[in-house]
């Protein structure tokens, strides 16, 4: 029983995948290789903004010369894209096409990349986090200078905001915990990249501050709200917080005599079904409550439908789509 064991072990351990990690500095990339036996996944991160999720990802095999890889393409038969081959040594790799003739262009991954230790990544993460962090602290130091006041009101209920939606982020879409490895640093930078890019756009100043149009919080939440002839608000609300497991929708009419207004600021609360129980007989359990100001919307659900789907938050006002005939 012993010996079958050890062979077991001996076998799992032949087959474990070596994840080899390597970062070009000036053209702020990172190039990741996990071998299994002759396969090998080829996973390419552009750096160019601190906690960028830009990647291109491919897959291939070893060979005498290196590697020979091509995109990998979500269906067998989708055209893969020019063909790389790369060179290894003990310190780097350089990727090339592997024709003179390639039928498509390159996609930013040919190059020279430095192989990095694990302590070299840490450190190199932590310093994009840092990035990534001064770029928010910005963002948040322009919106304030501009627009109007209700638009600033953003602001600082955002920073206020930001530790929670943070917490949430890493916790249900941006795994792992450990903030000793350089993966959970980079995860943090990508949260605050988010965090950014939504603090960096500014509220279309045409806007009048009334309930129509679609919202988006910046971290895969949206609200799309329409007036009825009646006066009834009709909500649509949903989010996809990192993938489709940690999503969620839900929708309802909130009548006119529900809608209140007091100077710039309108406010709305409805009840609605979970959606696992939208059923004519299932209690409308949840309760969703809205106020409108300037050009941010701000949702609150009592009973949140599924925990790792929250629907709260602070979210950016854009116009109704136009109708294309």
């Not at 894209?81 to 350089?94: C, M, Q, R």
């Amino acid at each position: 029983m012993r010996t079958i064991l050890i062979l077991l072990l001996a076998s799992l351990s032949l087959h474990a995948a070596e994840v080899v990690h390597y970062h070009d500095e000036v053209g702020r990339r990172f190039l990741t290789l996990t071998t299994n036996g002759k396969r090998v996944e080829v996973r390419v991160r552009f750096a160019y903004d601190p906690g960028s999720m830009g990647v291109w990802d491919g897959n291939g095999e070893k060979r005498d010369i290196g590697l020979v890889f091509a995109a990998t393409v979500p269906e067998e038969g989708m055209d893969r894209g020019p063909f790389f081959a790369a060179k290894l040594s003990d310190t780097k790799v350089v990727i090339d096409f592997r024709s003179e003739k390639p039928d498509q262009p390159d996609p930013g991954i040919r190059g020279e990349f430095r192989k990095i230790s694990e302590e070299k990544r840490l450190q190199l993460a932590k310093k994009e986090f840092k990035a990534a962090e001064d770029r928010l602290d910005l963002a948040w130091k322009n919106a304030s200078r501009e627009g109007s006041p209700a638009d600033k009101a953003i602001v600082s209920d955002w920073k206020s905001w930001w530790p929670k939606l943070r917490e949430s982020w890493l916790k249900v879409a941006a795994q792992p915990a450990d903030d000793k490895t350089a993966d959970h640093w980079l995860k943090k930078s990508q949260a605050t990249m988010l965090a950014y890019a939504f603090n960096e756009q500014r509220v279309d100043p045409k806007h009048s501050g009334g309930w129509d149009g679609e919202y988006d919080d910046g971290f895969g939440g949206h609200v799309s709200i329409r007036v009825a002839k009646d006066g009834r608000l009709r909500v649509t609300m949903n989010c996809t917080r990192g993938s489709e497991a940690q999503g969620t929708d839900l929708s309802l009419d909130i009548p006119a005599d529900a809608l209140k207004q007091e100077g710039s600021e309108r406010t709305a609360s409805g009840f609605t079904r979970p959606p696992a129980m939208e059923t004519p007989d299932a209690p409308k359990s949840l309760r969703v409550m809205l106020r409108r100001k300037g050009g941010g919307l701000w949702v609150e659900v009592i009973r949140q439908p599924n925990a790792s789907a929250w629907l709260d938050g602070i979210y950016r006002w854009y116009p109704v789509p136009e109708a294309v005939e």
